[in-house]
């Protein structure tokens, strides 16, 4: 069985830091592309990273870009998200997708 499961949200004051973790089991980790996802109270659930572990090509979408850094463990079947200079508009629930499915998501919050 396939599973995902996030972890390291918090509440932090903007301009800290946080390290998020998506650890995942049931597949072959190194065969697939592990994305990074938000959802904003109100508002639609958004991809912003993601990273191909066949190749470790990544990608962020501009509002992260240059803040969030994406890596991957293959050893731990572990993939991090480094997010630096957080700001009170990161505050969401941030979920990790991969292999058609979705971990349960942790919150991060960001105080002005």
């Known amino acids: 069985e396939v599973h995902l499961v996030e972890s390291g949200g918090g509440l932090v004051q903007a301009g800290g830091s946080l390290r998020l973790s998506c650890a995942g089991s049931g597949f072959t980790f190194d065969d697939y592309a592990i994305g990074w996802a938000r959802q904003a109270p109100g508002k639609e659930r958004e991809g912003f990273s993601c990273?191909?572990?066949?190749?470790?090509?990544?990608d962020y979408a501009s509002s992260v870009k240059g803040r969030f850094t994406i890596s991957s463990d293959h050893a731990k079947n572990t993939v991090y998200l480094q997010m630096n200079n957080l700001k009170p508009e990161d505050t969401a629930v941030y979920y990790c997708?991969?292999?058609?499915?979705w971990g349960p998501g942790t919150q991060v919050t960001v105080s002005p």
């Open positions: 990273i191909k572990n066949s190749d470790g090509s990544i």
């Open positions: 997708n991969g292999h058609d499915s």
